[in-house]
């Protein structure tokens, strides 16, 4: 070996070393200031400015230099420390929810705290105030009501804090213009409308605090930034304001600091500890906790890092702060990886091919809460990950405990754990202890699968004191569902939990949601805690779970005790189906905050295939606290051995220029009580000969998958195509389940690309039977071909009614308009002839409004594309061409089925409809009636001498009438078969080999 290849393997050894080496640098402040306080009224007694209601986007976040290293950094593969299944104790639902803000503020950046009587909510530039009932008694109102210092500044990035040890308000923002600094009003009690505020404006000598965050501590507010990302060990980062003297109203200082050995990725967000409970720590030692992922340079393993600073307000010079810990693998730290894309902020896909939006990478999450307690000292914390870093982005949340000793002293890492309990994502987390030591997480929802799509939601769970370690024990309850995609890239910069005050146990969750255009703020108010010292409560059955189940089957249930008291020797029974109860009586202890599942002696009868049983199970406390959970009610279905069935059609999309050789792909799922595998599977384009395959790979109960026949679609030709899926499985208890049907379209133009952020274009649309609300924006074209509605072309006219969610003021020059097509001659081109509204003007926004149109008397019958644009075209873009790329604006496609009701059905059928038998081999038939009449008709089949052999009910389904024909147990020879009323009808013959 060289001495070259020598030096470099030594050269390489020190630097790994010194990148997970300590130095446990100390450094001194970098800055130092004071602000004069300016009293102001109280907001009874001042003038209320509104809230701003008009479209605005702050700043966006800036990445600075990017030091993530491509294939650095690990877990190359799943995250080991991952939740993968839902907890399975029952959440008991929000107490209440209510709307907080509806904004155009991109991102709004909700924040929110509670105290003794009130609830403050803020958001970018703005905020309100409520009482603990969700009644509004300020309403929206500009941050700039405060009065004092925050009268004339622009601001951005509002924080609120409830600092419960001294009964005040606290809100701060980020103040832009010139000078830049930190604008903090401190309320003069507990009453935030009628107490009135001490105002601050805290000079930062010319450096913008971006991304301020602000928690409380013994000895002063504490205030982290985004700023200084490729010098952030030596300039200013982290502030410290002077409590002791900002509640009195005097005079505070102001000093900050550096992050001294910190390693970031250009946009990074420490944490304070924001002290909850009624109990300080000692001053000083005042800890700033960040997370450093080994997938940027300069860290050697994933680890948490802690710093402590200590301020001496008498002499700020001789304040310190100084690296205290790094926790990495040996101190308990499992690795994650809390990079996406490379550090870019368009992360996470939303459904309907929304905007990408940012998963809130490298941010330490708002807020990390310190408790004192007995005999230990806790902090909880969490961080957006991806999952699993190897295959397609996947966030979860890493959340953690570390405990401290009460007398002080280093931090460990209690527990820590990985939310991903299914294959949405998760992120925007915000995390609370309560002073049990119960731990809430409030967090947002987004998946984009076609089969189970999620717009960004905001949800909740949780675990009890004495659960098992690293696990949110609690299924996962809703907050608020979301209606629509983020129409912006930017997502709410941060979300906000804390705990009430006044019982220090109940969580309230602050979290952002849109229904285009607006951006919502809802808070969710929970609690996992009883006050009650004997609450018992049935929490989960446990078995048994839907599958083929027998005439003596066991139940076993989950008991838990939410009480301070043990508990023993009580009663709990089960019913079925409302019938007699089943009682016995429980002889094991069950502790306080924990739980034990029992097993009763008596079996149940669950033996009749398809049943759905309801299993009612109740525990029986004398002097139960909370009878309110008590009991619980579950549903287990005998399934029968054999169900497989076909939940949907994945593909083709509609699209431009599909080929003849498109992948035809299809969900399977088992529905029954066995494993599945050898399933025979079909597709169908129109009326044309099947495709049968099969899928070999076995499928387990409940699950399902995924498959691309061999043979491809021929949808080459433009147009509309209905493709019919379906399994054939032999001896399948459920045949309803087994199909889909999809409509897709060979489109001459797809006009995408479109803005619709701001509320342009169709928001609602309503046609007949059509009804399509809060139609997300995405990229300004939706595919809504399988809606269809009927129109009779015997009418005199119809009516269209739409809705836009524009909402600048509406003039001539930038007026909504619609017009709309119907394809009659079915070449997926829609022609200037087959307009049937053009540029009708949308006179106000956010009102339904109606559009009259009229078809020819002759339109062809049956299915045909629909075409809708709105828009406002003043900026670019032709409305009236139908492919035309509008600035702002949307274009949707329905279908529409044009019948004829004067028509004679018999008529019909003897003049113009023509009955086709097609062979398909092994003597199996179809049967194809090419009309668009929806009326239901029969279909009979006899054999030469006359005698019924099949008679039928035969449906239309919208492209004609199919019937499948089985003559495989038939004998050789000609048979007749008759399509039609039982008064008219159509006769061929086919032969029986």
């Known amino acids: 070996m060289t001495k070259k290849l020598y030096f470099l393997l030594f050269f390489g050894f020190v630097f790994q070393l010194n990148l997970i080496a300590q130095s446990n640098e100390v450094a001194g402040p970098v800055y130092i200031d004071s602000a004069k306080a300016i009293p102001s009224s109280s907001l009874k007694k001042g003038v209320i400015i509104p809230a701003p209601k008009k479209f605005k986007e702050f700043k966006p976040r800036g990445r600075g230099i990017n030091r993530v290293v491509p294939g650095k950094g690990y877990p190359k593969g799943e995250d080991l420390t991952a939740q993968k299944e839902m907890g399975s104790l029952k959440a008991r639902g929000p107490q209440f929810i209510f709307e907080a803000a509806q904004t155009f503020s991109t991102p709004s950046d909700p924040?929110?705290?509670?105290?003794?009587?009130?609830?403050?909510?803020?958001?970018?530039?703005?905020?309100?105030?409520?009482?603990?009932?969700?009644?509004?008694?300020?309403?929206?109102?500009?941050?700039?009501?405060?009065?004092?210092?925050?009268?004339?500044?622009?601001?951005?990035?509002?924080?609120?804090?409830?600092?419960?040890?001294?009964?005040?308000?606290?809100?701060?923002?980020?103040?832009?213009g010139t000078p830049v600094g930190l604008l903090v009003a401190i309320s003069q009690g507990p009453d935030p409308i009628n107490d009135g505020w001490y105002t601050y404006s805290f000079p930062t000598n010319g450096v913008d605090p971006d991304y301020p965050k602000i928690s409380l501590w013994s000895d002063g507010y504490y205030i982290t930034s985004?700023?200084?990302s490729r010098n952030a060990d030596n300039a200013q980062v982290v502030y410290v304001l002077e409590r002791d003297e900002m509640l009195k109203g005097n005079t505070a200082q102001i000093v900050s600091f550096p992050l001294p050995g910190i390693e970031t990725n250009g946009f990074y967000s420490p944490a304070g500890f924001q002290v909850m409970g009624k109990e300080l720590p000692p001053r000083g030692n005042s800890p700033i906790i960040y997370m450093q992922d080994d997938a940027w340079a300069g860290v050697g393993e994933d680890n948490l890092k802690l710093w402590l600073i200590n301020v001496n307000w008498n002499n700020l010079s001789s304040s310190t702060i100084a690296e205290s810990q790094e926790l990495g693998a040996a101190n308990g730290v499992s690795p994650f990886r809390a990079t996406f894309d490379g550090g870019d902020f368009s992360n996470l896909s939303q459904p309907n091919d929304g905007a990408d939006i940012d998963a809130l990478q490298a941010t330490m999450m708002f807020m990390t809460q310190y408790r004192r307690f007995d005999n230990h000292n806790s902090v909880v914390l969490n961080f957006v990950v991806d999952v699993e870093p190897s295959a397609a982005e996947h966030a979860a949340i890493r959340w953690y405990?570390?405990?401290?000793?009460?007398?002080?002293?280093?931090?460990?890492?209690?527990?820590?754990?990985?939310?991903?309990?299914?294959?949405?994502?998760?992120?925007?987390?915000?995390?609370g202890i309560d002073a049990q030591g119960n731990i809430g997480l409030g967090y947002t929802v987004l998946d984009d699968s076609p089969e189970s799509p999620v717009f960004p939601s905001i949800r909740f769970t949780g675990r009890y004191v004495n659960d098992p370690l690293g696990l949110m024990t609690l299924e996962e309850g809703s907050i608020v569902e979301g209606v629509s995609?983020?129409?912006?890239?930017?997502?709410?910069?941060?979300?906000?939990?804390?705990?009430d005050p006044s019982d220090d146990l109940t969580f309230w969750h602050n979290a952002e949601t849109f229904d285009s255009p607006y951006r919502l703020n809802t808070v969710g108010v929970f609690k996992l805690a009883s006050d009650q010292p004997d609450d018992l409560a049935v929490v989960r059955l446990v078995s048994p779970t839907d599958a083929s189940l027998t005439n003596a089957e066991q139940i076993t249930v989950e008991i838990r005790n939410f009480g301070s008291n043990p508990q023993s020797n009580f009663e709990v029974s089960y019913s079925i189906d409302g019938g007699a109860p089943v009682t016995e009586t429980v002889t094991q202890t069950v502790g306080a905050s924990t739980?034990?599942?029992?097993?009763?002696?008596?079996?149940?009868?669950?033996?009749?295939?398809?049943?759905?049983?309801?299993?009612?199970?109740?525990?029986?406390?004398?002097?139960?606290?909370?009878?309110?959970?008590?009991?619980?009610?579950?549903?287990?279905?005998?399934?029968?051995?054999?169900?497989?069935?076909?939940?949907?059609?994945?593909?083709?999309?509609?699209?431009?220029?599909?080929?003849?050789?498109?992948?035809?792909?299809?969900?399977?799922?088992?529905?029954?009580?066995?494993?599945?595998?050898?399933?025979?599977?079909?597709?169908?384009?129109?009326?044309?000969?099947?495709v049968n395959e099969v899928y070999g790979p076995t499928i387990s109960v409940g699950e399902n998958a995924v498959y691309t026949f061999n043979q491809k679609g021929n949808f080459g030709t433009s147009g509309r195509y209905r493709i019919t899926a379906r399994t054939k499985l032999e001896d399948d208890f459920d045949p309803s389940n087994d199909t889909q049907v999809k409509s897709v379209a060979n489109l001459d133009c797809i006009p995408e690309g479109s803005d619709c952020t701001l509320g342009d274009g169709i928001s609602s649309f309503?046609?007949?039977?059509?009804?399509?609300?809060?139609?997300?924006?995405?990229?300004?074209?939706?595919?809504?071909?399988?809606?269809?509605?009927?129109?009779?072309?015997?009418?005199?006219?119809?009516?269209?009614?739409?809705?836009?969610?524009?909402?600048?003021?509406?003039?001539?020059?930038?007026?909504?308009?619609?017009?709309?097509?119907?394809?009659?001659?079915?070449?997926?081109?829609?022609?200037?002839?087959?307009?049937?509204?053009?540029?009708?003007?949308?006179?106000?926004?956010?009102?339904?409004?109606?559009?009259?149109?009229?078809?020819?008397?002759?339109?062809?019958?049956?299915?045909?594309?629909?075409?809708?644009?709105?828009?406002?075209?003043?900026?670019?873009?032709?409305?009236?061409?139908?492919?035309?790329?509008?600035?702002?604006?949307?274009?949707?496609?329905?279908?529409?089925?044009?019948?004829?009701s004067t028509l004679d059905i018999g008529d019909f059928l003897m003049n113009d409809a023509e009955v086709v038998v097609v062979s398909e081999g092994n003597n199996q038939f179809r049967v194809i009636v090419e009309t668009m009449f929806t009326e239901p008709l029969r279909i009979t089949v006899h054999n030469i001498i006359g005698q019924k052999m099949i008679e039928n009910e035969i449906l239309n389904t919208t492209d004609g009438y199919v019937y499948e024909l089985d003559m495989s147990y038939a004998a050789t020879g000609v048979y007749l078969l008759r399509v039609g009323t039982r008064k008219v009808g159509k006769v061929t013959r086919f032969i029986v080999k």
């Open 595 to 690: 739980s034990i599942q029992y097993t009763f002696e008596t079996t149940a009868d669950l033996s009749e295939i398809g049943q759905t049983y309801t299993i009612t199970v109740t525990t029986s406390l004398e002097n139960d606290g909370n009878p309110d959970n008590d009991d619980i009610s579950e549903e287990v279905k005998n399934l029968p051995a054999r169900d497989v069935g076909v939940s949907s059609i994945d593909g083709p999309q509609t699209d431009e220029n599909l080929t003849t050789a498109e992948d035809v792909t299809i969900t399977i799922e088992n529905f029954g009580g066995e494993p599945q595998q050898n399933i025979p599977v079909s597709y169908q384009i129109g009326n044309n000969t099947p």
């Open 111 to 176: 924040t929110g705290a509670v105290g003794p009587n009130h609830y403050v909510n803020a958001w970018n530039t703005a905020f309100s105030i409520w009482d603990k009932n969700g009644n509004q008694l300020v309403e929206p109102a500009n941050l700039s009501s405060i009065g004092g210092t925050f009268a004339t500044s622009a601001v951005t990035d509002p924080i609120v804090i409830y600092d419960q040890i001294a009964n005040r308000w606290v809100i701060m923002e980020f103040k832009t």
């Open 401 to 431: 405990e570390l405990r401290q000793p009460s007398a002080g002293g280093n931090y460990s890492v209690y527990q820590e754990g990985t939310y991903a309990p299914d294959k949405s994502d998760r992120f925007s987390g915000s995390i």
């Open 766 to 900: 309503e046609l007949g039977s059509i009804l399509n609300e809060r139609i997300p924006c995405g990229d300004g074209y939706a595919d809504f071909i399988t809606s269809t509605t009927n129109l009779d072309r015997s009418q005199a006219n119809f009516t269209v009614s739409v809705q836009s969610r524009f909402n600048e003021t509406i003039t001539t020059a930038n007026a909504e308009k619609f017009s709309m097509w119907i394809d009659f001659n079915d070449n997926a081109v829609f022609e200037d002839s087959e307009r049937v509204v053009s540029s009708a003007t949308i006179p106000r926004s956010i009102e339904w409004f109606d559009f009259d149109f009229e078809i020819p008397n002759d339109a062809p019958l049956g299915q045909h594309l629909l075409r809708a644009r709105a828009g406002d075209t003043s900026f670019g873009g032709s409305l009236n061409d139908p492919c035309s790329m509008m600035e702002y604006g949307t274009t949707h496609d329905y279908s529409v089925n044009i019948v004829d």
């Open 226 to 228: 985004n700023k200084e």
């Open 485 to 499: 995609i983020d129409p912006n890239a930017r997502y709410g910069d941060y979300a906000h939990l804390n705990i």
